[in-house]
T-cell receptor, first 111, second 115 residues
């Protein structure tokens, strides 16, 4: 079945440093979504990428979808304490209705 | 956010008990989902319902039985669970679409502990 790998599992950064998480799929994806889950909370949708090579920005967050539509990345510039949480990528492929989630990257920020 | 609600928020049950989890969405969506989130695994999709019809069952054991009486409500009936079933169970909803090109809205989850 479809697998979505996400690295790193944990990332410690100093406040103000940049952060990147990477997502790789074993199969070509029709689209990829990114979610953020705060500690004790539930996943909240951030963005969806659909087109090959697509790049989208939300303030300090930059999302990319690879040319082959098998990988994606999320980059945060100048992290802030409010960025703490787990970032998940989730891919959809093969005509399935549901999403296959990566394990997530836990972002820990040290002030 | 109150778009997707789940009850109860916490549940402790023995292996011989029968209980049900409830999810309700107030967003006018027609697709609903059950996910399992445990500490050492990725968020696992369990069931998908589109317009009240089950469209996916990801090899979930029969001790988990979903029910979707209408597009706003989703239940997960539990019986003879195992301790390894302890996890956070998340419900989500979305607009259905071709190949599911729609964001999912998650509820707060039910934290289940099986003794």
């Amino acid at each position: 079945g479809q697998q979505v790998m996400q690295i790193p599992q944990y990332q410690h950064v100093q406040e103000g440093e940049d952060f990147t998480t990477y997502c790789n799929s074993s199969t070509t994806l029709s689209n990829i979504q990114w979610y953020k889950q705060r500690p004790g909370g539930h996943p909240v949708f951030l963005i969806q990428l659909v087109k090959s090579g697509e790049v989208k920005k939300q303030k300090r967050l930059t999302f990319q979808f690879g040319e082959a539509k098998k990988n994606s990345s999320l980059h945060i510039t100048a992290t802030q304490t409010t960025d703490v949480g787990t970032y998940f990528c989730a891919g959809r492929g093969g005509g399935a209705d549901g999403l296959t989630f990566g394990k997530g990257t836990h972002l820990i920020i040290q002030p | 956010e109150t778009g997707v609600t789940q009850t109860p928020r916490h549940l402790v049950m023995g292996m011989t008990n029968k209980k049900s989890l409830k999810c309700e969405q107030h967003l006018g969506h027609n697709a609903m989902y059950w996910y399992k989130q445990s500490a050492k695994k990725p968020l696992e999709l369990m069931f998908v319902y589109n317009f009240k019809e089950q469209t996916e069952n990801n090899s979930v054991p029969s001790r988990f039985s979903p029910e979707c009486p209408n597009s706003s409500h989703l239940f997960l009936h539990l019986h003879t669970l195992q301790p390894e079933d302890s996890a956070l169970y998340l419900c989500a909803s979305s607009h259905p679409g071709l190949a599911g090109y729609n964001e999912q809205f998650f509820g707060p989850g039910t934290r289940l502990t099986v003794l």
